[in-house]
């Protein structure tokens, strides 16, 4: 356990920032899963919207750390595949 006082602070402050980051990356990720849904059921109106908010989340979570951009990236390259496919289709 930690000893000095700064120790101590850093702990509640790392549990702060932790909280944020499950947020941050629990709204990205239903912002895909809602994303998916919606290619699934073959909406070509709202795609484009979902697909927005997808990317947008995920741009987020790069400048707050919580993921890598190389991450990121595969996803919105992969999502943006499936919403092409689909407008293609």
Do not use: Q, W, Y
């Amino acid at each position: 356990m930690a000893n000095h006082k700064s120790a101590k602070k850093m702990i509640k402050v790392i549990a702060k920032r932790t909280l944020v980051s499950k947020m941050r990356k629990s709204k990205t990720s239903t912002a895909i899963r809602k994303l998916v849904d919606i290619i699934k059921s073959g909406d070509k109106e709202n795609v484009i919207l979902a697909f927005r908010n997808a990317e947008s989340n995920l741009h987020k979570c790069v400048n707050k750390g919580v993921i890598h951009k190389n991450a990121a990236a595969r996803k919105i390259s992969r999502l943006n595949a499936k919403v092409k496919a689909l407008m293609i289709a």
